[in-house]
């Protein structure tokens, strides 16, 4: 509904970090050093708590100690939070919107998404959302839509030779491999693989291989159509069979073939399309410059996200009840190396034998803070996978959600 004209691009990153952090002011429940506004108040908590719980369907928030209210509580802490370190950004980037130009998009959102005064109003009551409420949603995604804009820049140049390197580096992304059309007649047992040989060879018409298949095949869902498979390609079928039909002539009937799985094959290639590859060409050059322009994109956006989620989650301190990972003061996640403390011995290899080495599942950035006013450190990033399209949305923390009017 409204979610196509307020998605915010999110990912999720779990971060924490034990090196301290801002003091909470007396009466907050969490606050965001480095920023004008940056005080998280009960009353700002209460109100977020029942948006949240109406973005979840319920009728009414839940109460302490139900199923569903820590997890209410997660999402209401997460979105304030998050809402915080975006105007925090913007504020540090110099990004502004005017109330203008937020009271437009929120026009525009109300005449395209709801038509009418009454559907407005009762979306703002079943989401527990003010008219302020609402403005606030668009002008942060107002801020998001700036800071990506800011993030990402113009459109990089991508040289000549930078695309015939991506061509040949990828070159079997341009390759079509060779597929063949066959009618293959299935059977358990070597006699009705033989009688079905025997009747396709009388009658090699398709009218022929469907009275064949009919009578022997045990493959229903190819029995009514002669046994046809079309576009079969090298390694989709066990290997006896796939071996024949790769190896036979255009239109010689083969069999019966015994097979790898207890099953016995009788088949004709009925047509071949020869492999080929994509040429060079201005389109595909086009589509190589659009997806390096992309992974570049994607670099920097990735770049941001780490520098982001590390700059505040140092400058984030939450009272002990509504502590989550985007705080400082929160527990520093469990250490899953085995072997690097005293007292703990590393687990033996795959032969058994006990070993000094230290093992990690996987690396883990340890987060310090950063001071109001400075960038960060920036880490590198890896290289994106598939095809992506280019101008995607800057990726930022999960839990901000401005779908808000859109639930």
């Given amino acids: 509904m ?12 779990g971060v924490t970090s034990g090196f301290g952090g801002p003091s909470l002011p007396e009466g907050d ?10 005080d998280i108040t009960q009353e700002d908590f209460d109100r977020a708590f029942e948006q949240a719980a109406a973005r979840q369907g319920l009728k009414q928030a839940p109460e302490p100690g139900s199923p569903q209210y820590d997890v209410i509580k997660e999402a209401a802490i997460g979105d304030l939070i998050l809402s915080r370190w975006v105007e925090g950004e913007a504020q540090e980037a110099g990004i502004e919107v005017s109330d203008g130009a937020v009271q437009d998009e929120l026009d525009r959102i109300r005449e395209e998404q709801f038509g009418n005064d009454k559907e407005w109003s009762r979306f703002l009551r079943q989401q527990k959302y003010t008219e302020e409420d609402a403005l606030a949603r668009v002008r942060l995604q107002l801020l998001s839509t700036r800071i990506q804009e800011m993030i990402l820049g113009d459109e990089p140049d991508v040289e000549d ?3 015939e390197e991506y061509y040949e580096s990828n070159i079997t992304q341009f390759q079509t491999p060779e597929t063949r059309d066959v009618r293959v007649i299935t059977t358990r047992k070597r006699e009705d693989a033989q009688a079905a040989y025997d009747l396709v060879s009388g009658d090699d018409s398709p009218k022929g291989w469907k009275k064949a298949a009919k009578r022997y095949s045990t493959d229903e869902a190819t029995a009514n159509t002669g046994g046809l498979r079309q576009a079969v390609v090298e390694g989709q079928n066990e290997a006896s069979l796939d071996q024949a039909i790769f190896s036979s002539q255009l239109n010689e009937i083969v069999g019966p073939i015994e097979g790898d799985s207890n099953n016995f094959y ?4 009925t047509n071949i ?23 570049r994109q994607q670099e920097l956006g990735t770049r941001f996200q780490t520098n982001f989620t590390t700059k505040w989650t140092s400058r984030t301190v939450c009272a002990d009840d509504y502590v989550n990972e985007r705080c400082s003061n929160a527990e520093p996640p469990p250490d899953a190396c085995t072997g690097d403390d005293d007292g703990e011995e590393p687990p033996p290899d795959a032969e058994g034998n006990q070993t000094d080495e230290i ?13 109001p006013g400075t960038a960060g450190q920036i880490g590198a990033v890896g290289r994106p996978q598939g095809p992506i399209t280019s101008r995607e949305p800057v990726a930022l923390p999960a839990g901000l959600d401005l779908q808000g009017l859109g639930g």
Avoid: H, W
């Avoid at 093992?359 to 001071?371: D, K, L, N, W």
């Fill in 2 to 13: 409204l979610a196509a004209a307020l998605v915010f691009a999110i990912a999720i990153v």
């Fill in 29 to 38: 429940i969490a606050f965001v050093d480095g920023m004008d506004g940056g």
């Fill in 161 to 163: 030779e930078e695309i």
């Fill in 266 to 269: 009788v088949l004709k290639v």
């Fill in 273 to 295: 399309t020869e492999a080929n590859t994509q040429e060079l060409d201005d389109q595909t050059r086009e589509q190589i410059r659009q997806t390096l322009v992309a992974q």
């Fill in 359 to 371: 093992r990690c599942p996987a690396f883990v950035p340890s987060i310090r803070p950063v001071e």
